[in-house]
C-alpha cells in the first residue's frame, strides 16, 4: 500500500504564491503518473497538473503559466508551484499517484486564496 503525504497549503493573498509537496512511500520513478487535483464544495475533483513516468506534463487550462509541476525521484516527492493565485484558486489540493491500474490519493491539503 502506497501512501501518500501532502504538505504545503495554508492561507495566502491574492497575487501571492505557494509551494505544495506530495512525498509518497514508494518510488516515484516506477509510478505511471503523479499529479496534483483540486476539489472545492460542489464540485467534482479535478486535475489541476500532471506529470507522467516520461517527464511529460499536463496542466488544466485554468492554471497554464501560473502553476508548475517538478517531480524530485531521488526523495520520492512531488512538487506543485502555484504562483500569481487568485480566490479561483482556493480549494482542497490531493495527490495522486498512478500505479498500474490503481489510484492512491493523499489525505488532501487545504489551500485559500483571500482577495
Known amino acids: 500500500q502506497v501512501q501518500l503525504v501532502e504538505s504545503g497549503g495554508g492561507l495566502v493573498q491574492a497575487g501571492g504564491s505557494l509551494r505544495l509537496s506530495c512525498t509518497t512511500s514508494?518510488?516515484?520513478?516506477?509510478?505511471?503518473?503523479m499529479g496534483w487535483y483540486r476539489q472545492t464544495p460542489g464540485k467534482q475533483r479535478e486535475l489541476v497538473a500532471a506529470?507522467?513516468?516520461?517527464?511529460?506534463?499536463n496542466y488544466a487550462d485554468s492554471v497554464k503559466g501560473r502553476f508548475t509541476i517538478s517531480r524530485d525521484n531521488a526523495r520520492n516527492t512531488v512538487y506543485l508551484q502555484m504562483d500569481s493565485l487568485t480566490p479561483e484558486d482556493t480549494g482542497v489540493y490531493y495527490c495522486?499517484?498512478?500505479?498500474?491500474?490503481?489510484?492512491?490519493w493523499g489525505q488532501g491539503t487545504q489551500v485559500t486564496v483571500s482577495s
Open positions: 495522486n499517484a498512478k500505479i498500474g491500474t490503481m489510484d492512491y
Open positions: 514508494g518510488s516515484i520513478s516506477s509510478f505511471r503518473a
Open positions: 506529470v507522467s513516468r516520461g517527464g511529460i506534463t
